[in-house]
């Protein structure tokens, strides 16, 4: 039983080490793709970006003043969408108005409850009230830089490009160590871990087929061919969703190399928790035999295990060596080189606990189909959400 177990766990190191691999060749190919492609263009379409909000958010204000600095050569105007005038953002967004005049801002009230997912059933309303052709969905507390509409619109100027999307960094709050160490493991994750994963996806399968709920910049006529957003108000991944189904109808889906930043709240663990298990379910849902293989990327615990199997012989710390090793490149080469997060440095010495977590929640995911959001309990099935009475 024992060799068996040590046979099992270095198959599976050797495989994760064979992903690391694949990860450091998908993150080259987005790099050498984006440095070939850096000729400017000038296509600059007129684009509405729907942002549905609610409740305020840690640095949400600040997000939504990256939005209104745009140095953009088309014409660009920002839809809110709250379900209630009496929900806490309104403030903000009139606080938005009053300093920045000159940018087009509307204020969406959307009444109709349409679905599960409140979110998107805001999002189909907002969609009516949209003024350009094209439209740009992201969260509340995303953050920019001022070419961000530059840079994401552009990839429309090919005919074939349905979807854009973009990459992001978690940003943690500047508060104690003991406080933000879940909120540091999860934007860890994000950079180091997520990501990676997208890169192989698109160098195995030739690009990506699903959007990034940090950016989803797409057409009204690209959205209708894919079935509008009205077919995604009871889905968890709407994200997800909505790229799989553009591309789908025809349509690429293409990953900017704009980096935007989204805010990690401070969680305790039974924060950290929830997020990373509704992730984890909701990825099961999404892409099921992908899904499956997921376990195998963690390399540094299956090491870790041939290890401890192998009765710690010199050969399994060689190894696990050699592990750590591609484990902290990937880290260094996506999280630093692709996404800038300087923050991967600070928190490399994390990578082992990170990693761990990751494989615990992998196997955590099979055990159930429930998943909290915004404090509510939901049961998951095929990526749909029904509220658990």
């Not at 003991?178 to 540091?184: D, E, G, L, P």
């Given at each position: 039983m024992a060799i068996a177990i040590e046979e099992i766990t270095t198959l599976l190191t050797l495989a994760g080490l064979a992903y690391l691999l694949l990860a450091l060749m998908g993150c080259r190919d987005f790099a050498h793709y984006w440095r070939r492609r850096q000729v400017g263009t000038g296509f600059a379409p007129d684009v509405t970006v729907l942002k549905p909000v609610k409740g305020v958010d840690q640095r949400m204000y600040s997000g939504l003043v990256s939005h209104c600095k745009q140095e953009y050569a088309g014409n660009f105007e920002i839809?809110?969408?709250?379900?209630?005038?009496?929900?806490?953002?309104?403030?903000?967004?009139?606080?938005?108005?009053?300093?920045?005049?000159?940018?087009?801002?509307?204020?969406?009230?959307?009444?109709?409850?349409?679905?599960?997912?409140?979110?998107?059933?805001?999002?189909?309303?907002?969609?009516?009230?949209?003024?350009?052709?094209?439209?740009?969905?992201?969260?509340?507390?995303?953050?920019?830089?001022?070419?961000?509409?530059?840079?994401?619109?552009?990839?429309?100027?090919?005919?074939?490009?349905?979807?854009?999307?973009?990459?992001?960094?978690?940003?943690?709050?500047?508060?104690?160590?003991?406080?933000?160490?879940?909120?540091?493991?999860?934007?860890?994750?994000?950079?180091?871990?997520?990501l990676p994963g997208v890169l192989t996806a698109r160098r195995l399968e030739g690009g990506i087929r699903f959007g990034l709920g940090s950016t989803m910049a797409t057409s009204k006529t690209a959205l209708a061919k894919a079935g509008g957003l009205e077919a995604l108000t009871e889905y968890l991944a709407d994200d997800y969703e909505m790229g799989a189904r553009i591309a789908e109808a025809g349509y690429r889906v293409e990953l900017s190399n704009e980096v935007v930043e989204t805010t990690v709240p401070e969680y305790h663990f039974r924060g950290f928790r929830e997020h990373q298990l509704r992730w984890a379910r909701s990825t099961r849902d999404s892409r099921k035999l992908g899904?499956?293989?997921?376990?195998?990327?963690?390399?540094?615990?299956?090491?870790?295990?041939?290890?401890?199997?192998?009765?710690?012989?010199?050969?399994?710390?060689?190894?696990?060596?050699?592990?750590?090793?591609?484990?902290?490149?990937?880290?260094?080469?996506?999280?630093?080189?692709?996404?800038?997060?300087?923050?991967?440095?600070?928190?490399?010495?994390?990578?082992?606990?990170?990693?761990?977590?990751?494989?615990?929640?992998?196997?955590?995911?099979?055990?159930?189909?429930?998943?909290?959001?915004?404090?509510?309990l939901f049961s998951l099935k095929d990526g749909r959400i029904t509220p658990v009475v």
């Open positions: 839809v809110f969408g709250v379900s209630s005038l009496e929900d806490p953002a309104v403030g903000e967004i009139e606080r938005l108005r009053a300093e920045f005049p000159e940018c087009a801002i509307r204020l969406v009230e959307c009444r109709e409850r349409l679905g599960t997912s409140g979110k998107v059933s805001n999002l189909v309303q907002m969609l009516r009230e949209a003024k350009y052709e094209h439209v740009l969905i992201n969260d509340s507390d995303i953050r920019v830089s001022p070419r961000y509409l530059t840079r994401v619109m552009r990839g429309f100027a090919d005919a074939t490009v349905g979807m854009v999307t973009a990459p992001y960094i978690g940003r943690t709050a500047d508060c104690g160590a003991a406080m933000t160490v879940w909120s540091r493991l999860e934007a860890l994750g994000i950079s180091t871990d997520f899904y499956v293989g997921l376990g195998i990327t963690y390399a540094v615990p299956w090491a870790i295990m041939t290890c401890i199997a192998s009765g710690f012989a010199l050969w399994s710390f060689s190894l696990l060596s050699v592990v750590m090793l591609a484990r902290v490149a990937v880290a260094l080469s996506v999280g630093v080189g692709v996404l800038g997060d300087a923050q991967v440095l600070r928190d490399l010495w994390l990578l082992p606990l990170r990693d761990f977590f990751g494989l615990w929640f992998w196997a955590w995911s099979f055990a159930g189909d429930t998943v909290v959001w915004r404090g509510e």
